[in-house]
């Protein structure tokens, strides 16, 4: 630390304050402080929109270690905010009753600024069934549009 030793009115503690204001100014007008305007964010948030998920109903997302539960009400969602320069992984931890979620862009690498552009997309999923009588090969194929269930 800088000291002025000296004679004033003003008294060697209030020189000292200013000098020290004075300097501080300097060193944060240089760029050469402790924390630039860069480093003062350190922690970026993750999130995106929702679109498709039924009335009533909820997905839950994962973003590494923490999950997030979206209610329909909801067509955008937010993870609490995580160290810069780490990655981020967006994934379905627990699918909607009747529906399927995807995630588009859901992970990066060394996150620099909020990520917004997370795309969850939601679909109806449906059973087919039935049954078969009066069989008399030996085996049957069942084609769903280019898919064959054997």
Known sequence: M???VGNCDGGMEEVNNKFRAVLLLLVSFMGIGAFTTAQAISSYTVGGMVSGLAAGKTVVL?????TLLVTSTSSSFTFPAQSAGTNWNVTVAIQPSGQTCTVANASGSGIG??????????ENTYTVGGSVSGLT??????????????
């Open 2 to 4: 800088f000291e002025l």
């Open 137 to 150: 090969a030996a085996s049957l194929v069942l084609r769903m549009g280019t898919i064959s269930l054997v």
């Open 62 to 66: 994962k973003n590494n270690t923490n």
């Open 113 to 122: 600024a909020n990520v917004t552009n997370v795309a969850v997309t939601c």
